[in-house]
Structure formats: C-alpha cells, structure tokens
C-alpha cells in the first residue's frame, strides 16, 4: 500500500495538537471525512499513546473499519494496550474473515484469552472461520450477510434489511435463506428498492443462484467472480447450507497476490512474497537459492554435452564464438511461448483440450522466426569468420533451436497442467536451462555433420 | 472466458426447443435465474436466426445487459440484423462505457449511422467518452451514476434514486453535485437507508470525497481503487466537475490486462495480447521476433567477448565447459532481482527514493549465494576435471558474476522508472543477455589472472 495516497499527512500537525489538547468532537469530524484506509495509512505516524486515544474516542463500528486496515503487528500492539471494555467491544465489532485473519497470527495463548471475552457467537465464528484453509474459499469469506426469507415482502425485508444493515459489510445482495439455512435465491439491493413493497420476496428473487463451495481454491474463487462481474458471492457447504459471502474486494487482494506468486514462480525466484523491502535479505536469498541450485544442476547437462564434444572445439575454436548467441536466442523464445501459454491458461484463454494447436501454432511460430534469425547468424558468420559453411552450421541450428524452444516452452506447461501441477512452475529461467542442453547437443551435431568433424 | 461457468450449457437443447415453439413467456422465465455473462457465454450456440429473436423477446434492459458482455463481433453481427425500433432502443439503453468500447470497433460509417438513429443525448455521450483516450480515467469511465442535491432530505433523496435507478448500473454509492455540477460529497447507499428520513444530505455525507482526474492512466486507477476497497471511485475533470464513475468490476479488468502486459514484457514477448488462441501465428512471431532481434544484437556482444578471449580457449579448452552454467546462473540470478523489483514497483511496495537500499541488499544477497553456487562449482572442477586451480577460477568468477547479476537485475528496473520508462521492459531475457556480457567478461578475466594465460 503506498503511504503517498492518504491525503491526511497535509494535516498530521493539526490532529496531534487537537489530540494533545483532548478536542473529542473536532476530531471526530475531521476523521468523519477520509476513507479507514487512508487513516490506518498515517496510524505509524501517532505514538501508541495517540493511537490508543484515537481508538478510545472512535464509535466502535468507526474504529473497527480503521483497525481492519493495520497491518496485523499494528492490530496486536493496540489490541494489547487498549482497555478491556474497548477491546471486547473492537474484538465483537471487526468483520469476521478480518478477525479470522488476525486470530491466525497470534499466539495460542493471546488468542485463548481474546476469544475468552468475547461474546460466545463471535468467539464461535473466529473458530469456525479458522478450521478452513486460509486459501481456500472458507478462509477468505465473511459470515455476516443479509439475509432475508422468501415468504417476507420487499417492504418486510427492506425494514428487516434496515435492522441488520449497520453490522453488515456488504448489503448490496440479500440472500433469501429457508428454514433449514439453505440459501434458495438471491436479489439484489437495487432490485428491491424498486420493487413494490407488497410484491413476495419469492416472486422477486433469482433462483439457483450461483454459489461457491467452502472448500473451492481463491484463485478458483477469484476467476468465478471476476468473470461473472459481481460484488459478490455466496459460500455454501456440501449441503447447500450458506456459511458466508465473498466480496470482490478480497478477491483484488487474491488476484494481485496470485499474480505476484505467478511471476515470482515465472522467474524462478522461489517462494513469492508482497514484502520485498521488509524481508531479511538472508529470507530472500535462501527462497531464490533453491531454484538456483536446481537450475545449475540441470545446467550441469549443458557442461557435459560440451565436454563430450569438445574435440569438435578443439578443431574449430570459432564454433564457440555462437554458443552465447544460439542458447540465448533459444532461452528467450522458449520464454516468450512459455509465458503466452501460462499466462493464457492462468486467465482461461488457452484450455488443457487445446494442448495439439497451441504446440502446432508454436512450431509454426518458430519456423517463421528462426528463418531470419538464422539468416543473421549466417551473414554474421560470413562476415566476421569468413566462413560460410560454419554459417550455415549455426543457422540451420538456430532455426532447428528455435522451433524445439517454441514447441517445448509451450508444450511443457500444458503437461504441467495436466499432470495437475502448477504451469507457472515452467519459469523463464527452467525453460531456459532446459532448452540449453536440446541447442548445444543440436548445434554440435549439425556441425559434425557438416563440417565432417 | 471459460465457457465451462456456464450453467446454461445443460439446458440448451430445452432452450432451442422453446425458441422453435415460440414459447415466450417461458422462455423469459427462464433466462431470469441466470447471470447475464452466463447468457453472453452460450450465444455462440445459437443461430443468428435464434439470437435475433432471443434479443427481440428480452425487455429492453435485460437484453442490454446481456449484450454488453458479448464479443464486439457478435454484438455487431446483432446490431446489424434486429430491426430499427430494437436497434435504437438497444443503442440507447447500453452502458455507456460499454456502448463508447463498441463504438471504437465500428466503421465510421456504421458508427455514423447508429449515432444518427441514437436520442440525441445519449449520441452527445458516445462522442464525449470517444474523446478520452482508451486507457485513462476517461476512457474506462462510466457517465451514469446515482446524484442528488446536499439541501435534499435522505427520503428525498431515495425517493429521487428509486426513480433514477432502473437505468443504473451502480446505485450503491451517490454522489452529491451542487449546481455547477461540482462534486461536493458522497455516501453510501447503505447510510442513506439508515438515516433518518428528515436528516439533510448534507448532514450525512461525506465531503471532500477522493476523486479520479479524468485524465489519469488506467493502471493509476486500478492501484486507486483496489487500495481504497470501494466499489466505485468518480471522475472529474480539471474543474472538479463530476464526468463520471469507474466501478470496481472495470478495474478487476484492467489489473488482469495491465498484469498480463507486464508479464509479457518480463517475457520480452512483445506486444501483449488476452487473445493468444484467437491471433495468427504470423503476428505473433512478429510480436516477438523484434524482441529476439534485439537480444541477439545485444547477444554479439558475447560472441565478441568470446572471440577476443579466444586464445584463452585455445590454451585451456576446458574453460568452455563451464560458460554455459556461469551464463546460466547469473542470468537466472539477476533475472530472480529484476522480477522481484518490477513486480515490487507494480504493487507499489518497492519505491524510487528505496533505489539504493534495494541495490545494497541485492548485493547482500548475490554475496550470499555466491558462495555456495561457487563452492558447489569447484567441487565439480575438482571431480570432473581434476584441477583446482581452474575451480578456484570458476568459483571466483560465479562469486563476482552473481553479485554482478542482483545488483545490476534490481538497479535496471528502478533506473527505467527514475528515467519514466516502464521497468517491466528491464525483462528477464534482456537482463539475461546484458549479464551474458559481464560473466563471460569477468570469467575470462579472473581466468587469465588466475591460470596467467
């Protein structure tokens, strides 16, 4: 989150002296007109003292808006500052996967003794929310949602809806839920401040609405909503009992972080994290050393090919000079076409059935490239080496290169895929140490064969 | 899209069924329990014949709002068949960031033509929003949206919403305008059901509200609106007057079209497309061809290196066998840096004033992996080749070419953003290429010193 969008740095000094003079209503207002996010942006710049001030002054529903903002080491210092009264109250108050979230970093103990004074229905929750995997789409709901019954009228419901409403985050949909809890249809908040308040709730709703099961992955999750362009959706278990919703806000949070993990998992730089500039450099080094290793023992092949032949270099000193340029033309290709197909199949344009096309389309994409690459090499060669027939050595195994470089780097996500892993595990860096191998034993083969090694 | 989302692949032949019977009272119940872009997903199924009648039976509103999740080929292939009356109203009745994206596509001839048959306001707002380029504020925004006066009641003001509403996409949040149409507060729909139906709106808004300049770039507003967790942020132009709303489903659109640019660019597969199967293998190895063109350029470099060293070759062939592992792993190093700073900058975590303390980490961390990447390197000259003396060599120049490959992977990216270059561009295969240069440059040299060749 960047520090430079909240506007209220321009009146910091304003607010300390109105908190050093203990101005309650002033500040109140002040705070009335800023969004909780930028406020919990500026909270590092106020000592505890102010912060716990601030907090105290707050109405609970206020500050609990503000608190969902902090980092969770913030949330913890003024959880364990403030006084019982206001901390029971903030504890009952904070929206439920906000709450989950925080619950997951303290320790057993704290979180024992937070959960023994709050009320038993809340307490109840923090568990039941903390029993899903935290990636999963129990992990990242919300329990609390609108919900009416299909026999009310929209009159009924509006009032009920007015009832409930200051507790709820999201009340833009109203679920329509049966006696025995199961969610039978839904309709929005729109729709129902247009209807006639005497219409039945049962003529108004869509049924069947979409749902998500509790255990169906976040990435999963965030396609779903995405793709139906919703502010949210509801979670039911396997008995089409509703447990929660999930908001499109939380799914931003999930696709930014999906897409980090995928590029970091792109550039082979191990275990994926939104906190460069906080992580130790020792963290840092120990995530990207792992793929380091695996890279350079698969690079050990490369090694090996050219020591098996390096009588043809012993021959030919100048076939040297064109291993930098054929392998990292190779790699690079290979990475285009590995990144085009996971990226498509991570946003759902390219689909595991579409595995034959996508590496013919590669093979032919690799041809048109390597023939004018190729090309290069070959005048290339003729000029600086004054030597066609090694000319003709390296451009017949650039263009042989660059098709095995397309066709793999597409092909191997895909079978990733099917094999149900990750596609993303493919990085630019593996194809690349990869296709190392396939140019050296392609490049030293063709010479020998042309140059009657 | 995926078209697996769609629940209405089940029902389809039922469906066809009732279009040949006619049946249209069913079929409009029918289509109610479903979301719109599940609809759009199956429109591929029927007949231009079915289509035209499906678009003919739905109201207008419903039939607008399938519509504007097509395909603009088919939603001109529709446009371009249903009669006047259906086409006018259709024309009319679409979202208007929707309806100015089908505009873009049309000929100015056809675009000609449906503007003449538009209500003449609604044709004023396909030109205003035509003249924003594409990616910014402007051209992404909406120019429908819930208003109301401050010196209004809230029961005024709900009453003046319920009228305005059926024609809005997002009602959720309104927005106060005084008399020159100048934006001077907000609130929530859920604040305004809560009020007191007496209370003035001015009372209950928010002022100062945090506005988008219609002239910000679309990614801005994606960081904008994801940071703040609203469900729509407005627009206004220089003179604070309120132009429109950009709503948290476009943003989810533009952070996964900004994620796959940058990802493309990481990849240096050039010019980015959401269309992978659709586009022709010729453009696409035209996309990427530039790129290979560049690197390999860049790449003469290496074989110049090489070629000027060659006498070291000659003299110890055995130096060849390790370029491609010291290639290797300092261009898998530096490109583990830069993609940690190019995605650090995109979320905003990493900043330009931090330049130097991300540089003296990097180059902590290369120290760090250095050592062992080198130690496991001369293990292997001793095993493989017997001679430590040329390990100590390789090892050295693994030391030197990783702390080269973080340092210089994490400064390129933030140099391009100080320079107000895009550091995605600092892409894995160029880093690769340019850090190519270096290893084979410090590997020869150390060697020389070393083996005093």
New interface residues.
């Given amino acids: 989150?960047?520090k430079e969008?909240s506007?209220i740095y321009l009146i910091l000094p304003e607010i300390k002296e109105l908190i050093a003079k203990k101005e309650k209503e002033e500040l109140k207002e002040i705070f009335?007109?800023y969004?909780p996010?930028?406020i919990a942006q500026v909270m590092g710049e106020f000592s505890l003292r102010e912060k716990v001030y601030l907090f105290s002054l707050w109405d609970l529903d206020f500050a609990a808006d503000v608190f969902e903002?902090l980092d969770e080491e913030e949330q913890i210092e003024i959880l364990t500052t403030i006084d019982d009264v206001k901390k029971r109250g903030l504890l009952n108050e904070l929206a439920p996967d906000e709450r989950a979230d925080l619950f997951e970093e303290l320790s057993p103990e704290i979180a024992e003794r937070f959960l023994s004074i709050m009320k038993k229905e809340e307490a109840q929750d923090v568990k039941e929310l903390m029993s899903y995997p935290p990636t999963s789409a129990g992990g990242i709901m919300t329990t609390e949602f609108a919900r009416v019954r299909e026999n009310m009228t929209a009159g009924e419901a509006?009032e009920e809806?007015?009832k409930s409403?200051?507790d709820?985050e999201m009340?833009?949909y109203i679920y329509v839920l049966n006696e025995k809890d199961k969610l039978v249809g839904v309709l929005s908040?729109?729709e129902l401040?247009?209807a006639d308040p005497e219409k039945k709730i049962k003529k108004l709703m869509?049924?069947?609405p979409?749902t998500l099961p509790v255990t169906m992955d976040q990435e999963e999750v965030a396609?779903?909503i995405?793709?139906?362009?919703?502010?949210a959706l509801p979670v039911v278990d396997e008995n089409g009992k509703m447990k929660g919703i999930i908001t499109?806000?939380d799914?931003?949070?999930v696709?930014?972080e999906e897409?980090?993990e995928?590029?970091?998992k792109?550039?082979?730089?191990?275990k994926h994290s939104?906190?460069?500039?906080k992580m130790r450099?020792?963290t840092?080094?120990k995530n990207?050393?792992t793929?380091?290793?695996i890279?350079?023992i698969t690079?050990?092949f490369?090694?090996i090919v050219?020591?098996k032949f390096?009588f043809a270099?012993?021959s030919v000193?100048?076939l040297?000079?064109?291993?930098?340029?054929l392998?990292?033309?190779s790699?690079?290709?290979g990475?285009?076409a590995?990144?085009?197909?996971?990226?498509?199949l991570a946003?759902?344009?390219?689909?595991l059935k579409?595995i034959w096309?996508?590496v013919k389309?590669e093979i032919?994409?690799g041809g048109?490239?390597g023939i004018?690459?190729g090309g290069?090499t070959l005048i290339?060669a003729i000029i600086?080496q004054r030597n066609s027939l090694l000319g003709v050595c390296v451009a017949f195994s650039m263009l042989i290169a660059i098709v095995t470089a397309t066709s793999l780097g597409s092909l191997l996500p895909l079978v990733c895929k099917r094999l149900k892993l990750d596609p993303a595990v493919v990085s630019?860096?593996l194809i690349?140490?990869i296709l190392?191998i396939f140019s050296?034993t392609i490049y030293f083969g063709v010479s020998i064969f042309f140059l009657k090694i």
């Avoid at 946003?347 to 689909?351: A, D, H, K, L, Y």
Wanted: aromatic share 10%; glycine share 8%.
């Fill in positions: 989150m960047e969008y506007r009335k007109d969004e996010v930028e903002k509006l809806l007015r409403a200051k709820l009340v833009y908040l729109k401040i247009l869509h049924r069947n979409i396609k779903r995405a793709n139906y362009d919703l502010l499109v806000d799914v931003i949070d696709i930014r897409n980090t995928d590029m970091y792109f550039g082979a730089a191990g939104e906190e460069y500039m450099a020792t840092i080094a990207r050393l793929w380091l290793v890279l350079g690079g050990f490369s090694g050219m020591q390096s270099l012993e000193v100048s040297a000079f064109y291993i930098p340029v392998m990292d033309t790699g690079n290709a990475t285009q590995a990144m085009a197909v996971v990226r498509g946003i759902g344009e390219v689909r579409d096309l996508v389309k032919f994409i048109i490239m004018p690459l290069i290339r600086f630019g860096p690349t140490t190392d050296l």
